[in-house]
């Protein structure tokens, strides 16, 4: 029996890490301003898991909320947050910002 080499492990540990790293969610931007997103239309792979990262440049807060996800998430004025949706079916899914609901509308589009 000889002496094991270490450096099988270390690739087999660097192996199973990297595809973490290949698998993260996709990001996309979505901005609040004059209590409207943009962009209005966000388009998403099916399936997939996705982050938005919504920034709100208005002055006061908004909550993107939509029922047909089960999402609520209060985003203060001049701050950022971020919202995970899960892997969806292929659809429409609106959105709102719940404070201004008459001009602050959208839709996440899964295909």
């Avoid at 000889?2 to 990001?27: D, M, N, Q, T, Y």
């Avoid at 292929?90 to 404070?99: C, K, M, S, T």
């Amino acid at each position: 029996m000889g002496i094991r080499h270490p450096l099988p492990l270390l690739a087999l540990a660097a192996c199973l890490a990297f595809p973490a790293v290949a698998r993260a969610e996709p990001a996309i931007d979505v901005m609040i301003k004059d209590h409207r997103f943009t962009p209005a239309e966000i388009h998403v792979p099916a399936g997939k898991p996705v982050t938005l990262n919504v920034k709100n440049e208005d002055e006061t807060a908004e909550e993107f909320e939509s029922h047909d996800l089960k999402i609520e998430k209060v985003i203060a004025g001049g701050t950022s947050g971020t919202v995970r949706l899960r892997p969806l079916d292929p659809g429409r899914y609106p959105f709102v910002g719940e404070y201004h609901e008459d001009t602050a509308k959208g839709v996440i589009v899964s295909e």
